[in-house]
């Protein structure tokens, strides 16, 4: 069984810095492709950033140059870097992975940017 956990969120103050952990264990021998999605409180889940097996990625526009997706495949470990934090970016943020085929997601860590 492929569980993803994800690890990093907290309280930071605006202007801050936060890198988020997505590790998948379990019997895993590819991962095809790998995201990370937030929802805040009253909105729907969005996009934040996507990686492929081959390494390109893709980001929600109005986060492209704050926020960082970087994978690690010995480790089975997605990454997301994020700078300059902004109130507007708490959030619950989720993590997803395409393991054989089948989509996975993890549990959800809190990032909460206030002063």
């Known amino acids: 069984q492929v569980q993803l956990v994800e690890s990093g969120g907290g309280l930071v103050q605006p202007g801050g810095s936060l890198r988020l952990s997505c590790a998948a264990s379990?019997?895993?021998?590819?991962?095809?492709?790998a995201g990370w999605y937030r929802q805040a409180p009253g909105k729907e889940r969005e996009l934040v950033a996507q990686i492929a097996s081959d390494g390109s990625t893709n980001y929600a526009d109005s986060l492209k140059g704050r926020f960082t997706i970087s994978g690690d495949n010995a480790k089975n470990t997605m990454y997301l870097q994020m700078n300059s934090l902004k109130p507007e970016d708490t959030a619950v943020y989720y993590c997803n992975m395409l393991i054989h085929f089948h989509l996975y997601w993890g549990q959800g860590t809190q990032v909460t940017v206030s002063s």
């Open positions: 379990g019997s895993i021998f590819s991962i095809s492709a």
